[in-house]
T-cell receptor, first 115, second 112 residues
Framework: DTEVTQTPKHLVMGMTNKKSLKCEQH?????MYWYKQKAKKPPELMFV???????INESVPSRFSPECPNSSLLNLHLHALQPEDSALYLC??????????????FGPGTRLTVL | AQSVAQPEDQVNVAEGNPLTVKCTYS??????LFWYVQYPNRGLQFLLK??????LVKGSYGFEAEFNKSQTSFHLKKPSALVSDSALYFC??????????FGKGTRLSVIA
């Protein structure tokens, strides 16, 4: 089973709202990722967690706050977002954080609209 | 800089014809190359990867890719296209111990 689940599927929020995106995997993977994808563009890496610790932050604005409560869960907390933050947010996981040949498996994404 | 390039924004092919989606790489050392497919409003699905060994890699849904070191290419192929293959295809590589780096993507349209 190579399933990564994400909730919610769709989210509409105002610029003053606080919301969270959730990602879950039960494959025993020790690396988890957040990507942002604009329409017809490739995914852009935001954060990487390795063994539940933040290992990469691609200079993401502080209005995005990641959290890894345990090895199976990854959250992305959203606060005071801007309309340009509207995008598809993808979660991914892989077995080994530093595995050069490791396959990343993606969830279905959360479609976020900021009004 | 290490990268992958997808020279075509759009590929159109008739149903039943063979399809090719092109990818070239500029990577020092051993290239670790991947293909992913994204259907509308969905996440990315892993198709196949080249790590080492046989240059012809077989993947999901009847897709295969050929690693060509002399031409620095890793083109995705399928002998007979289906309308359901219409999607956005991403070539990617893994530079060492870092996450995937994606090409810009190629939109494949299979016409009935």
């Amino acid at each position: 089973d190579t399933e990564v689940t994400q909730t919610p599927k769709h989210l509409v929020m105002g610029m003053t709202n606080k919301k969270s995106l959730k990602c879950e995997q039960h494959m025993g993977h020790r690396a988890m990722y957040w990507y942002k994808q604009k329409a017809k563009k490739p995914p852009e890496l935001m954060f990487v967690y390795s063994y539940e610790k933040l290992s990469i932050n691609e200079s993401v604005p502080s209005r995005f706050s990641p959290e890894c409560p345990n090895s199976s869960l990854l959250n992305l907390h959203l606060h005071a977002l801007q309309p340009e933050d509207s995008a598809l947010y993808l979660c991914a996981s892989s077995q080994l954080p530093a595995g050069g040949t490791d396959t990343q498996y993606f969830g279905p994404g959360t479609r976020l609209t900021v009004l | 800089a290490q990268s992958v390039a997808q020279p075509e924004d759009q590929v159109n092919v008739a149903e039943g014809n063979p399809l090719t989606v092109k990818c070239t790489y500029s990577v020092s050392g051993n290239p670790y190359l991947f293909w992913y497919v994204q259907y509308p409003n969905r996440g990315l699905q892993f198709l196949l990867k080249y790590i080492t060994g046989d240059n012809l890699v077989k993947g999901s849904y009847g897709f295969e890719a050929e690693f060509n070191k002399s031409q620095t290419s890793f083109h995705l192929k399928k002998p007979s296209a289906l309308v359901s293959d219409s999607a956005l295809y991403f070539c990617a590589h893994k530079p060492g111990n870092t996450p995937l780096v994606f090409g810009k993507g190629t939109r494949l349209s299979v016409i009935a």
